[in-house]
Structures are given as structure tokens and as C-alpha cells.
């Protein structure tokens, strides 16, 4: 079968598609006939040999993948071969490993879908998934009655814009071409915000009648982290979910004392929170396929390559221009 390995970290073109032994489910595991592969920033972590969740070279630097049981072992139960699933790293005791034609994991591990599921959809939820908790699991003092979503037109991004719209909130987003907030707009974002010419914190506030918004969802951080205080209204939360751009510059206790009108909030998140919560991960995937499959959610899927071409799906992610997901296929 083929898989994809990395055996020297580096660019896209460390990325190698080898010929694997087909691998057999043992006790508790299931064998999965691939269909779809997420492209997400984790892999390209793995990739680079930067993740601080690294698996062990040579990596298969996948982590999410949608497909039908082909086999089981022995003590496996309520799965029939043909069925549809879903499998995130995030389930497995190591991330990265989804990479391939086939792929084994323990049966607890995998998702069940409906049988009318679009798997390049299904593929996608792992956005969703961390969105969900961003927007519900976050413990804001109040439930947000209106967002600001840096990267609107992102991976993460999309979904954030669809859940807080299926959450009845107002959703502020910001873009930096007329593509992206196009496309924003078409999966419910209320107002844009084009932050290479506008003031983001002086145009949300005008957007808000003043008041500013419950939370902002920043992944970015960097110089520009602290200002989005003044985004924020009485009781709002700044969270950041990653940082790309580094870490603030300003001190942010200062800043945050600068705005003790407001009684703000800031909190750090990540996913891997819930690694020693499994039964709280998989609750939340759940709820996402359930909003997959009643049509609530529409998963934005930007460009469909092979598995053969990785190496352009990761160069195509790298670049930053994809509006959605990134999806691969067998």
C-alpha cells in the first residue's frame, strides 16, 4: 500500500510516498480502507520535526482520515466491513499515522459516521471539533452574543464562523483580500474587517455600537495580541489558540489593567487539553458529526489533491491562500 513517511524533518519535499506492508488489525483494532486525508497545520509540525507531540522518525505526519472498515480482530464489536468512519490522531495514544491506504487503529479509537456521509466533509470535522470547544468549552463568564474571528476565511477560521452562526452570535471576522472575505460571507460571517487597511479594534467597535465583542478568537498572537483588548466588551475574553506570528510584545498584565472597565479575561488553549480527557474529546466530535449530519454545518473544502501529491498540499497550505480545508484522497 502506499503511505507517506518522513525521514529527515524539513520542507514539503521531505515528504516520501513509499510502498508499505498492508498492515492487519490484531486484538480490539480495526482495519480502515482510506478514502479522504485531512491537510492541517499539526502535520506540517510533524513534518518540519518542530511538534511538540512529535512521534518518533521515520513519521507518517497524518493526522485525520475518513474511510470504511475493511477488517477486524478479533473482539472487536458493532462494526461491519463497509461502514463508514472517521479516525483523528487526536484519539490515538501518539499523533501523526493516518497518511496511508490503509490504516489500523483500536476500535475505541474511531468514529462512526452515517452511512450517507460525505467523507471529504467527515475529514474536515477535526476544525470543527477544536472551534466547538473554543465557543462552548472555554468557560467565557457569558455565553458571547458576538465574536471577532481573526483569519475568518481560515481552516479553523470557517468553522468558527459556522458554529458561532449556529450559536445565534453575531460574527465580526477579519480578512486581507475581497476573495476571502467573499468567501467568508457565503459560510455567515456578519461583518468583515480587512485588516491590512482598517483599524480592527476601532472598526469592531463602531460594528458593535460601541460595545465590543464577548470573545476574540486570535491564532495569530504576536505585536498586534494585546490590542484586541480594546475589541473586547464588559466581561469579554481575548483567547488565543495558537501563535504564529510569536508571542505579544506588549506586557500583557499592563495592558489588560489598562481596561479594568471591562474586567477582561485572556486564556491560552489548546487541543491537547483534552488528551488525558477522552471521554471529553470524543463528545465533542460527536456533536459535530451531528450538526454534519442534519446539514447544520458545511465544511469548506478549498482544493482536492491525491495522496500521491502531498508534497503540493503542503506547499498549497504553506502558502496561506487556501480558503477551507485541504483535502486528499486516495
Given at each position: 500500500m502506499k503511505a507517506v513517511l518522513v525521514h529527515q524533518p524539513g520542507g514539503p519535499e521531505a515528504l516520501e510516498v513509499v510502498e508499505l506492508p498492508l498492515p492487519t488489525p490484531g486484538h480490539g483494532q480495526v482495519q480502515i480502507r482510506a478514502e479522504a486525508f485531512g491537510v492541517g497545520q499539526p502535520d506540517v509540525l510533524i513534518r518540519r520535526g518542530v511538534y511538540k507531540w512529535m512521534p518518533p522518525l521515520p513519521a507518517n505526519p497524518g493526522n485525520d482520515v475518513a474511510g470504511r472498515i475493511s477488517a477486524f480482530g478479533a473482539g472487536v464489536e458493532g462494526f461491519a466491513i463497509g461502514q463508514k468512519v472517521l479516525l483523528s490522531a487526536r484519539d490515538l495514544p501518539h499523533r501523526g499515522g493516518c497518511y496511508a491506504e490503509y490504516v489500523v487503529a483500536p476500535a475505541d479509537a474511531v468514529h462512526t459516521l452515517p452511512d450517507d456521509a460525505d467523507l471529504e466533509a467527515a475529514v474536515c470535522l477535526s476544525n470543527y471539533q477544536v472551534a466547538y470547544a473554543l465557543l462552548h468549552e472555554c468557560r467565557h463568564h457569558r455565553a458571547p452574543a458576538s465574536v471577532l474571528v481573526i483569519g475568518a476565511a481560515g481552516g479553523v477560521g470557517t468553522a468558527l464562523v459556522q458554529l458561532a452562526k449556529l450559536a445565534q452570535m453575531t460574527v465580526i471576522g477579519t480578512v486581507s483580500t475581497e476573495e476571502k472575505a467573499s468567501f467568508a460571507r457565503r459560510n455567515g460571517a456578519d461583518h468583515l474587517i480587512f485588516y491590512r487597511s482598517e483599524d480592527v479594534v476601532a472598526r469592531t467597535r463602531e460594528l458593535t455600537s460601541g460595545e465590543g465583542v464577548g470573545v476574540?478568537?486570535?491564532?495569530?498572537?504576536?505585536?498586534?495580541f494585546t490590542g484586541y483588548l480594546g475589541a473586547l466588551g464588559r466581561w469579554g475574553t481575548l483567547l488565543s489558540y495558537n501563535a504564529f506570528a510569536g508571542l505579544p510584545e506588549e506586557n500583557l498584565?499592563?495592558?489588560m489593567r489598562n481596561h479594568l472597565d471591562i474586567c477582561p479575561a485572556v486564556r491560552c488553549f489548546s487541543f491537547h487539553i483534552y488528551d488525558q480527557d477522552r471521554d471529553g474529546h470524543r463528545a465533542?466530535?460527536?456533536?459535530?458529526?451531528?450538526?454534519?449530519?442534519?446539514?447544520?454545518?458545511?465544511?469548506?473544502?478549498?482544493?482536492?489533491l491525491k495522496l500521491e501529491d502531498v508534497r503540493k498540499a503542503h506547499a498549497l497550505l504553506e502558502k496561506g491562500s487556501a480558503l477551507g480545508k485541504i483535502v486528499m484522497t486516495t
Amino acid at each position: 500500500m502506499k503511505a507517506v513517511l518522513v525521514h529527515q524533518p524539513g520542507g514539503p519535499e521531505a515528504l516520501e510516498v513509499v510502498e508499505l506492508p498492508l498492515p492487519t488489525p490484531g486484538h480490539g483494532q480495526v482495519q480502515i480502507r482510506a478514502e479522504a486525508f485531512g491537510v492541517g497545520q499539526p502535520d506540517v509540525l510533524i513534518r518540519r520535526g518542530v511538534y511538540k507531540w512529535m512521534p518518533p522518525l521515520p513519521a507518517n505526519p497524518g493526522n485525520d482520515v475518513a474511510g470504511r472498515i475493511s477488517a477486524f480482530g478479533a473482539g472487536v464489536e458493532g462494526f461491519a466491513i463497509g461502514q463508514k468512519v472517521l479516525l483523528s490522531a487526536r484519539d490515538l495514544p501518539h499523533r501523526g499515522g493516518c497518511y496511508a491506504e490503509y490504516v489500523v487503529a483500536p476500535a475505541d479509537a474511531v468514529h462512526t459516521l452515517p452511512d450517507d456521509a460525505d467523507l471529504e466533509a467527515a475529514v474536515c470535522l477535526s476544525n470543527y471539533q477544536v472551534a466547538y470547544a473554543l465557543l462552548h468549552e472555554c468557560r467565557h463568564h457569558r455565553a458571547p452574543a458576538s465574536v471577532l474571528v481573526i483569519g475568518a476565511a481560515g481552516g479553523v477560521g470557517t468553522a468558527l464562523v459556522q458554529l458561532a452562526k449556529l450559536a445565534q452570535m453575531t460574527v465580526i471576522g477579519t480578512v486581507s483580500t475581497e476573495e476571502k472575505a467573499s468567501f467568508a460571507r457565503r459560510n455567515g460571517a456578519d461583518h468583515l474587517i480587512f485588516y491590512r487597511s482598517e483599524d480592527v479594534v476601532a472598526r469592531t467597535r463602531e460594528l458593535t455600537s460601541g460595545e465590543g465583542v464577548g470573545v476574540v478568537l486570535d491564532h495569530v498572537c504576536g505585536p498586534e495580541f494585546t490590542g484586541y483588548l480594546g475589541a473586547l466588551g464588559r466581561w469579554g475574553t481575548l483567547l488565543s489558540y495558537n501563535a504564529f506570528a510569536g508571542l505579544p510584545e506588549e506586557n500583557l498584565m499592563a495592558a489588560m489593567r489598562n481596561h479594568l472597565d471591562i474586567c477582561p479575561a485572556v486564556r491560552c488553549f489548546s487541543f491537547h487539553i483534552y488528551d488525558q480527557d477522552r471521554d471529553g474529546h470524543r463528545a465533542l466530535m460527536r456533536n459535530v458529526i451531528d450538526a454534519l449530519s442534519r446539514g447544520a454545518i458545511r465544511p469548506a473544502i478549498s482544493a482536492r489533491l491525491k495522496l500521491e501529491d502531498v508534497r503540493k498540499a503542503h506547499a498549497l497550505l504553506e502558502k496561506g491562500s487556501a480558503l477551507g480545508k485541504i483535502v486528499m484522497t486516495t
